[in-house]
């Protein structure tokens, strides 16, 4: 049967939702499948997960620590950065494995169907591993440094699912894109490099003007990045109000975003 053929009309966010969720297996399938092909004959293996936060953490620590002598609020800046890598680098691998992901899958797209957010949405999970693996680093780097573990730790659930929410509602967005467009996998690498240093990555969210800092807190990834270093370098929760409307933005996003992927994905096999 052709793809036209078997291609359901266009339903409401809630019918594609349960549609996703009755295909998770398949979901679950691709994102093992992503992270085998991705380490195989690999020397390194997973270890490449650790490699570039921490190599990155090095190089930051050598240039805005030794030679700027950026503020850190008090923390050591090895464990800083590597506080605000650590969110950063996920959402860059997931955006850089998610966004071709339909394009590389293109010859499933056209034989049967299946929801087809389930590719970059696997590509998301299987650079979940990769944070845990880099998680566990960072516990190495705050015992290393005799920072306590505390209670205001147990934020970190609730940290990660808003940068889940953000990382797919640009990854929904942009894969789709860059199946019509594919300057998009060219130009999200710079946008990239550019917000990494519009995020407090390398620096503090103090040390932002406070006529910026409004504007500033509609990144989300400003909320997730703080929050991580509030509760596991400070020992105090991340601020709530800040967390929560990166939350609801970042909630909002991701339905719009995935209204217009599911409009977008039935013309995938003809442009594909």
Known sequence: MSAIATFPRRRSLLAALGELLARRELLWSLAARDIKVRYKQSVLGIGWA????????LLFTFVFAR???LPTDG???????YAGLLPWTFFASSLAFGLPSLVSNMQLLGKIYFPREIFPLAALLACLLDFAVAAGVFGLLLALY???FTAQMLWLPALVLVQVLFTAAILLVTSAANVFYRDIRYVVPLVLQIGMYLSPVVYPASVVPERFRGLYALNPMTAVIEGYRRAFLHGRAPDVFALALAGGLSLAGLAGAYLLFKRAEMRFADVI
Do not use: D
């Open 67 to 69: 030679l700027v002598k």
């Open 146 to 148: 005799r920072i306590p």
């Open 75 to 81: 923390v050591p800046y090895p464990v800083f950065s």
């Open 50 to 57: 650790i490699a570039q936060p921490l190599s990155l953490t």
